[in-house]
DNA sequence: CGGTCACTTGATCGTCTTCAATACCAGTGG
DNA sequence: CCACTGGTATTGAAGACGATCAAGTGACCG
């Protein structure tokens, strides 16, 4: 299976790094649950498993449901709590991550519009999110989303289809954090968030980063300082512009993809 | 959040190796389909999702159900194959893995009795399975398991739920490799082994090592020799005792959950 | 016994981390 | 307008962990 190859892969892994957040401050609740039809006219609707309800029935989700806004480094799940909620982002990005006793931070995943979280839970929470800038995110109590899984089996079968396909992106990370180095693992990120982003009708090239350079150290399995090298590189090697550095523009796709692992 | 921490860690990764498998030969298949009531019988069904069903209504899930033997090494997902069956895994042990072009490879999980697979896929597999020593499974046709999948409502709660608890794995599998240190990875791992032994009836301080030393470094991000020192440090340390290479007693365990990183 | 295979152990090397300094950018107030 | 400030990103030099290369052990099997 495996051969013998002259490849060169080395990563080491950061300790644990200052990194201020705004945590837990209390979250703006709108309370729009009496309105009209808000998931009618919800924005994240059509990428999210609440697609899968008809709109004559949208009432029946819109009535569990309450919106809020996030300031930006603002938490609103916490490892460890018990899972009360589900929650669907709307707009703006959320990080998720894991952490060790000491402080060295995983992030398991970026969160956009339409993301459903709380779905990899028991009793209590597997992990930590946060919004990265500003946010907003509608919330359902566990209680009654059961109840609406209950009642709408095609929503329970988009829920089916989209941990499938999270799993699927789970196993991508762990090749990517086990076996992949540095300069890998950077391509990868950036056609994976060039892919994202043309989902979302961006220009293919075009990317934008609303994470800072710890957020994707932390979500690579690197340091701040390999990353900014790495994209240094990459600039210097031609295959990459960047735009300040939370834009960047792809110069050499297929360079990447070979600089990526050729996956 | 993170905060700095003294800790040190390092991590460096493996080129690809060689690893001989016997990959993919003629499955040999059991035509017991149209015996009795084969899944009543089944040895994995209480660990299993098959579970789900009533006793009166197994006859249809076997009638879609195809057992077989694989030899040790015998390979029978591809990835990137068109995905035609799931699986079930009756007896012994997979290794589930993705590669990289070059041959680096990553296994991203061990899959044992009651291991329900396939799951995680579009239209391809996106990830291998090779038998690691003799094993059982039965097989059943993708769309014939879609359609029970619409006739056992339990069976598809049985997955989501089955697919919830591997998303926390994998995101704790993410942890591992992206922010600890060898020791840690491998501290981490036996804990899990143990667990999973105890849930199947073995005595939560014994562990049973199916795999071989080359695939735990594939599933920890690490190479053999790693593996290997690793584990001579932990007896050393008094918190192991090797009995041969596939057999691991744990002498100190709450000194491994340290090493282990504390989670 | 010679052969293979898996595992262990030792010495050296390289990538990424660590530590530290510098650059940058937005916001603030003199 | 410019100095000041805090946070973020970049760059440089040195060090460390795990990889690599290589040799040695032990088990099993012909």
């Known amino acids: 299976m495996a051969q013998t190859s002259p490849m060169r892969a080395d990563v080491a892994m950061p300790t644990a790094r200052a990194s201020a957040t705004t945590s837990f401050r209390p979250i703006v609740i709108h309370p729009d649950g009496a309105l009209g039809d808000p998931c009618a006219h919800c924005d994240a609707r059509s990428v999210s498993v609440c697609n899968a309800i008809e709109d004559d029935r949208l009432p029946r989700l819109a009535a569990a449901a309450v919106t809020a806004t996030l300031a930006p480094g603002q938490g609103f799940i916490a490892e460890g709590d018990p899972a009360t909620h589900f929650f669907n982002i709307t707009s703006g990005t959320a990080r998720l991550f894991k952490l060790l006793p000491d402080g060295r931070r995983q992030i398991t995943g970026f ?3 339409g993301h459903f979280l709380g779905l990899a839970v028991s ?3 597997a992990f930590g999110a946060e919004a990265i800038g500003p946010m907003t995110m509608c919330r359902f109590p566990r209680s009654r989303m059961l109840g609406l899984l209950d ?11 989209t941990a499938r396909n999270e799993l699927v992106s789970a196993q991508e990370q762990m090749l990517l954090l086990g076996r992949k180095t540095a300069r890998e693992r950077l ?7 060039a892919r994202a982003g043309s989902a979302c009708g961006h220009a293919a090239h075009q990317i934008d980063l609303p994470m800072t350079r710890a957020d994707i150290a932390d979500y690579l399995g690197l340091t701040i300082e390999t990353v900014s090298r790495g994209f240094t590189r990459l600039r210097n090697d031609g ?7 939370n834009s960047v523009h792809i110069r050499n796709i297929a360079a990447l993809e070979d600089a990526a692992g050729g996956v």
């Open 151 to 161: 009642e709408f089996r095609a929503l329970e079968q988009r829920l089916l289809e």
């Open 123 to 125: 009793d209590t929470y």
């Open 239 to 245: 295959l990459i512009r960047l735009d300040g550095a």
């Open 111 to 113: 969160a956009g519009r």
């Open 187 to 193: 391509s990868s990120f950036l056609l994976a968030q």
